[in-house]
């Protein structure tokens, strides 16, 4: 009974239900909508970072990454011993990266060498996707950013000098003609970048078969751990790190912009709450004669309370779904097709190191947080029409 | 025993700031069967007396009892229940639940006491067939006229079997015609149903109804004739 009036009530004033249920759906998909962009940039931060600097697990010699040079590497092979087979590891690839000189003409600077398997890599960090000029695939070249190659004014099929200090000490010195000339957004990397494939990296630095790192992908970036307590077993040789051990800062900084959303988001709360409010309000004094109808006839206040109670439900209910079904497609569509930044914004992200696009990130947490938070925010506010029915004083809720 | 005891029953409005005497030292005894009007000017007290007899306003002074229950011993939630077994209510207007037909209208004293469907259906076809209005039965009260609504209003008062019936100006927002028949049917209900009723009115046609009159001025009784 209290259902079926509740229900009928709530279709009686259409347009309030609609003005109600639509300020909590509008909540509803509003906070779905920036949450998800927010988590998308994320993810893509993220992604962006494990594939071009450290993986999602990055294995090392044990004092590698407390002191990062080249007599701190391992041994290509010793690989096999670690624990590859677990089902999220997509793929890893062994890097050995040191500094060097680099030198043309009567230009030098220092230069951050890394030596890859150019193949592999290409998949991993899509480095071939960050070349302008020349070709990529190169058997003894080297590949070079752009902001280096001006600075050393060294273009395509000049030859590039390195001078190093190689494993254990020994003299590196080597002759390179550059195949390629890639771009970063990141001005350091672009004026500093050198990539050689990796057997001649490890020929230039005298270290054969030495690799500095294993960094190794995964699908399901939440299985890092998991991972990460198989990979090595119980090595006393290796370790292996989680990017967000490795990247403490980027962490840090998604972190901090994750609050810095959960404000907006909370005061997108707080307006929502008071329209919300408004309307609870608006249906409490109007409805003020009827209920005290119902009082006077012989309906408990008890009886009122929970009529309207499962009206709030129901409107409340009716909101969150609406916003849910609202937000859904948008939320699917952009993170199948990321908006495309243009004009200043996208200049300045690129600037930043970012690339221009808005991606999106489809977690159905997402949508379960804000929809129960909001639904959480609309039955607390119908609290108040609770309280206005327990103080209701018929004779004057009769003079309304 | 009376139906309604009221003894020395005062009412006074806003006792701390400017005090308005609406009832002066009221006492009437009303017996079972009656068909009552109370009557008098605009102000006189008509509807603070039917509300304090009705436990929906509470008395400054004196005392009232129901059936021989006083009602002031009762709190709020018991008050609540006791009007709802022994009291029917029918007001000036738009007194039905608007979401409800006019026959869910009349079941719903019923339901609130927990009848039995059968029962409750029985009994509002019985008094919407009285009343006749039997045809507009699964009509929403936005779809009756006003007189319809009363009707309706009338049977939900009487649907189940209250000790009275207390009606404020039921006819004030009625044509001459449907005051007439709402006042026919009233009667008719008094004398099929044995239902008592208690009304105030202002207007002559109803007074000539009824078979008590009670007089109000003032807040006080100025003449209470039998007829
Ligand atoms: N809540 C209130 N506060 C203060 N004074 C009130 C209140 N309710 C009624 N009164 C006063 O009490 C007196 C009696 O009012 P009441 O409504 O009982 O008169 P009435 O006979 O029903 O009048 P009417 O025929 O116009 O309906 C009037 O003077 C009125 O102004
Ligand atoms: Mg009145």
New binding site residues.
Partial sequence: MNFKLAWRNIWRNKKRTWITASSIGFAVFFACVMQSMQLGSYERMIDNSVRFLTGHLGVHQLDYWDEKILDNSFPEETLTELNLGHESIIMGVPRITSFALASYGDKTKGALITGVDLSLEAQFSYLENKLREGVYHTDNGALIGAGLSEYLKLGVGDTLVLLSQGYHGVNAVGKYPVAGVLKFPVPDLDQSAVYLPLGIAQTFFGAEGMITSYSVLLDDPDATEQVQSQLIGDSDVYEAMTWKEMMPDLVQGIELDYYGGLVMVYVLYGVIGFGIFGTFLMMTKERTYEFGILNSIGMKKSRIQRMVAIEILLLSFLGVALGLIAASPIVVYFWANPILLTGETAAAMEKFGYEPIMPFALDPQVFYDQGISILLIALFLGVYPMLAIQQLKIIKALKE | MSVIEAKSVSKIYNPDTIPVHAINDVSLTIEEGEFTAIVGPSGCG??TLLNMIGGLDSVSEGHISVSGVNIADLNEAALTDFRLKNIGFVFQSYNLIPVLTAKENVEFVMLLQQSHQSAMDERADELLTKMGIKEVSQRRPAELSGGQQQRVAVARALASKPKFILA??PTANLDSHSTESLLDIMAKMNEEEKATFIF?THDQRVIDKARRIITLEDGRIVSDEKK
């Fill in positions: 008509k509807t404020d100006e105030s």
